[in-house]
């Protein structure tokens, strides 16, 4: 069997089984769901549906904590100890689970929206503010229904190492769909929020007592398992 993998180091390779899903104690807390939008508007319809989805969550039992990014400095343009930045990335690590919704600006996410990821990096020292977590992702159109940004958000949450949740919201002709309280109509995209909140909070119980497993690389442990060697060695000298 070992002829099978040659390139392989055996020893670092995880054979997945159900027991290694087990858990001994889950945690009991409300899950904590980060909601971020993309739009500094007056009457923001992301911010909107933002708020929406935050009520449904805190129904569905969930912590909610939206942040809002007026005052955000572009991406390289303040230092990572700007105020905004440091809540920003405190928010990041606080949450299990996060909410992104964008209007579709030219095809594609808004700029307030990207930034605030890009304030983001992967890694915080030895904490990976966002691998693991769970992702629903939504967007608000001005015209007719598209796909568009929630397709590159997916993508975005992929390259951040979050599992996106396989239900979406995207909302056709969004300002006839809020009433002059800013109340989501009754309608089927609110029907759809629906759906999209419930899932996020169900894959958000069920992964992230285990996301640490589930996130644990091949790659990555075999490069540890390197490194380690290499001081060893270089101590031995």
């Known amino acids: 069997m070992q002829d099978d993998l040659p390139n392989a180091d055996l020893q670092l390779l995880d054979l997945p089984t159900a027991d290694k899903l087990a858990i001994e104690s889950a945690a009991t807390h409300a899950p904590r769901i980060l909601l971020l939008y993309g739009s500094t508007r007056e009457k923001s319809f ?47 690590q606080w949450s299990e689970g996060q909410v992104w919704c964008s209007p579709e600006r030219h095809g594609a996410m808004t700029a307030v929206f990207k930034a605030q990821i890009d304030w983001v990096p992967l890694a915080m020292g030895a904490v990976r503010p966002t691998q693991g977590k ?28 979050m599992f996106t949740i396989p239900n979406q919201s995207s909302v056709p002709k969004a300002f006839m769909e809020f009433d002059a309280e800013g109340r989501m109509k009754p309608s089927s995209f609110y029907d759809r929020l629906v759906d999209v909140m419930e899932e ?10 285990r996301s640490d497993y589930l996130v644990d690389r091949y790659s990555e442990r075999k490069e540890s398992a390197e490194e380690l060697s290499k001081r060893v060695n270089q101590r031995a000298i």
């Open 46 to 92: 992301s911010r909107l549906l933002t708020e929406e989805a935050a009520r449904l969550l805190q129904h569905f039992g969930a912590e909610t904590r939206i942040f809002d990014p007026r005052g955000l400095p572009l991406p390289d343009d303040a230092p990572d100890s700007h105020p905004k930045v440091q809540e920003l990335r405190e928010l990041m």
């Open 134 to 161: 769970t992702l629903a992702v939504m967007q608000v159109c001005g015209g007719s229904q598209s796909f568009n940004v929630v397709n590159q958000l997916r993508v975005l949450g992929r390259w951040m190492r």
């Open 200 to 209: 996020l909070v169900k894959f958000t119980l069920l992964l992230r007592d």
